[in-house]
């Protein structure tokens, strides 16, 4: 009797730790937030760049369609609940938006030891990889990084026509040096499909069965003395042939002159709006949207000390750059002068 009771208790408790390790795992898999045109979107960022993210979200609010609904999820590692707060607060009101955090540190941790590092890249880079674990239950998701505003709806992006290929991007380091390095990580289909991994369309239907997580982390350990932008390489070589290249203007990431404002302004490298007051093409764009969301005052207030460091650090180069390119207009116009020759 003892024994058929400690039997079944044994099995009550193996049931519960598989159980509920199945449910901890499910838990990690999501479902679309709405049942119909359902605009997912993810995003990832740290404590420090969370309203920066939130920044963008408000760009996407400010851009959307009510005939759409966005179903926005933050890949976030140890956001504070605070910001948290802070960031959902901005569609209040909105029906046909839904913010979700998912606390990605743990995944981060468990895989720390296979993820490769370089330059001043953190962990955090690699949180997009998990978009092929967590969004399982989707069709389709854009990724967006959270250093950018959009100004066009990112429905348009979402929904673009992307054929046979898997994945929708835009290129980048279309030079000499470029194509050396695209060559030395192992593209060797269509090195010319090169993307930035700022700004993605990630086609999952397509993706399904694929180990695409496990591919990633073989071509950072395979081609570690040729990486130098480790996720960005690692999805190249891994949907290198398979990647439709979008417009530039859905990711815009030069502060140079245009036209007509960018889709998308990616605000790309260490040279960020918010520390950054020579960004004048580009930057007023990201001041623009941040004036819309209640944490404007918040952004200046944490970013102080940051503009002042940025100032002591580049500030001498931009004069020295200034007192350059002065000099050579001086001396050209001088040489082309007809009293100089």
């Known amino acids: 009797m003892i024994r058929n009771t400690f039997a079944a208790f044994l099995f009550v408790l193996f049931s519960f730790f598989t159980n509920g390790f199945a449910a901890a795992e499910k838990d990690t898999e999501l479902e679309p937030a709405f049942k119909e045109n359902n605009v997912a979107v993810c995003l990832c960022c740290d404590d420090k760049f969370a309203l920066y993210a939130g920044v963008a979200i408000q760009s996407i ?72 674990k967590i969004f399982s239950s989707f069709d389709r998701v854009l990724y967006l990084d959270s250093d950018l505003v959009v100004n066009r709806d990112v429905a348009d992006l979402f929904n673009v026509d992307i054929g046979d290929k898997v994945v929708a991007a835009c290129s980048c380091w279309n ?23 700022g700004v993605i369309v990630f086609d999952l239907k397509k993706t399904r069965g694929e180990d695409i997580f496990g591919k990633c982390i073989a071509v950072l350990n395979e081609k570690s003395s ?18 439709l290249i979008l417009d530039q203007r ?16 990616h605000f790309t490298g260490k040279h960020k709006p918010w520390i950054d007051p020579t960004l004048r093409k580009t930057g007023t764009f990201f001041l623009k949207y941040a004036e819309m969301t209640p944490f404007c005052d918040t952004i200046e207030s944490e970013t102080r000390v940051d503009r002042i460091i940025y100032f002591v650090k580049y500030f ?22 007809p009293s100089c020759s």
């Open 175 to 197: 030079t000499i040096n470029g194509a050396l390095h695209k060559r030395g990580i192992g593209m060797s289909k269509d090195p010319s499909s090169y993307f930035n991994s």
């Open 316 to 337: 001498p180069r931009r004069v020295g750059r200034f007192i350059k390119r002065t000099y050579c207009a001086i001396v050209g116009d001088m040489l082309q002068s």
């Open 61 to 132: 609010i400010a851009n959307s369609s009510d005939k759409n609904n966005y179903d926005i999820v933050i890949f976030g590692n140890k956001i504070s609940q605070k910001k948290k707060d802070m960031v959902s607060g901005l569609i209040k009101g909105f029906d046909n938006f839904s913010i979700r955090f998912i606390d990605i540190d743990k995944e981060l941790a468990k895989y720390k030891e296979s993820f490769f590092i370089r330059l001043y890249y953190s962990v955090d880079i690699y949180s997009r990889l998990f978009i092929f």
């Open 250 to 265: 859905w990711n815009f990431f030069e502060d140079k002159p245009f036209d007509s404002p960018p889709y998308i302004i």
């Open 226 to 243: 040729a990486i130098k932008y480790p996720d960005q390489d690692a999805l190249s070589v891994v949907f290198d042939g398979r990647t």
